[in-house]
């Protein structure tokens, strides 16, 4: 199985500002098969990624996604938040079966 | 435009069963693989299980593999999910999701969900 590590737990900033996530697989996680959600409280989960790096439809270009070379280290990079980005973001892996998912990081308002 | 409505949940005492619904619609149901995620309490999204387009591959996470099953009825558009066993740590909101790819064996990623039914484990 592979494990998903993301970091920082929790993100602390200003409307305005930029937010880097990181996500880290225990290996490489096939084809770049990788995703991003976004979560809200009491809502189910919304698709902001998919391939590491494609955004998924209606998403703002100020979310893009990335990954390493190694499979192993990607990143959700989200450019000027606006109020409705503050939110628990998860990464999560379907390159390889049992699919898993990341812990979330919180980006919350400072 | 794509509804997914899970049914089912409520109070179990371990070591019994429970079966959830998941009712598509929207889409062209037997196309199309469906997952299952749930979500502890104040917790973190744990993938659980996938069932492909036509019901041939079925993946599970090693939290549940042995005890819970997935199953689809093309005639009901509706996906199963079997549960045996439970354990107190079993306890979760549950969300049916829809794969995006289109007759794929393999399932890919999700691209809609649920809004999810509660499961409690206790006695």
């Known amino acids: 199985e592979i494990a998903l590590t993301q970091s920082p737990g929790t993100l602390s900033l200003s409307p305005g500002e930029g937010a880097t996530l990181s996500c880290r697989a225990s290996q490489s996680v096939r084809n770049n098969y990788l995703a991003w959600f976004q979560q809200k409280p009491g809502q189910a989960p919304r698709l902001i990624i998919y391939g590491a790096s494609s955004r998924a439809t209606g998403i703002s270009d100020r979310f893009s996604g990335s990954g390493s070379g190694s499979g192993t280290d990607f990143t959700l990079t989200i450019t000027r938040l606006e109020p409705e980005d503050f939110a628990v973001y998860y990464c999560h892996q379907y390159g390889n079966s049992p699919y898993t998912f990341g812990q979330g990081t919180k980006v919350e308002i400072k | 435009q794509v509804q997914l409505v899970e049914s089912g949940g409520g109070v179990v005492q371990p070591g019994r069963s429970l079966r959830l619904s998941c009712a598509a619609s929207g889409f062209t149901f037997n196309n199309y693989g469906i997952h299952w995620v749930r979500q502890a309490p104040g917790q973190g999204l744990e993938w659980v299980a996938v069932?492909?387009?036509?019901?041939?591959?079925?993946y599970y996470a090693d939290s549940v593999l042995g005890r819970f099953t997935v199953s689809r009825d093309h005639s009901k558009t509706t996906v199963f999910l079997q549960m045996n066993t439970l354990r107190t740590e079993d306890t979760a909101l549950y969300y049916c999701?829809?794969?995006?790819?289109?007759?794929?064996?393999?399932?890919?990623?999700?691209?809609?969900w649920g809004q999810g039914t509660l499961v409690t484990v206790s006695s």
């Open positions: 069932i492909s387009y036509d019901g041939a591959n079925k």
């Open positions: 999701a829809k794969d995006v790819g289109q007759y794929y064996e393999i399932p890919l990623y999700i691209d809609s």
